[in-house]
């Protein structure tokens, strides 16, 4: 295999096109129309006090509606109105 100098340049090119096109999709703001994209205000800590069978009752319904946590889906239940 012989060495060919330009192959460096295209590489280089390649590597600098490839770059500005990672960063105009990361400039894109996701729209609410376009996507399921949710604005979600700054989270602060606040300490409730719960019967540990209510816990263990609000972890449950977390996780069989697809929640990772029980904070995430009692805020979303609360700022929808459906508690």
């Known amino acids: ?3 060919n100098p330009n192959q460096g340049k295209r590489f280089a090119a390649a ?7 990672s960063e105009n999709i ?17 989270r602060r800590a606040y300490t409730l006090s719960l019967t540990p069978s ?6 449950e ?3 069989s509606h697809g929640y990772n946590s ?3 889906f009692l805020n979303d239940m609360l700022l929808q109105d459906k508690l």
């Open 26 to 42: 990361s400039r894109e703001v996701p729209t609410s129309e376009a996507s399921n994209y949710i604005q979600r205000e700054k």
């Open 54 to 59: 209510a816990r263990a009752k609000l972890t």
């Open 1 to 3: 295999m012989s060495f």
């Open 70 to 72: 029980s904070s995430s």
């Open 15 to 21: 590597l600098k096109e490839s770059s500005n096109n």
């Open 61 to 63: 319904v977390a996780k």
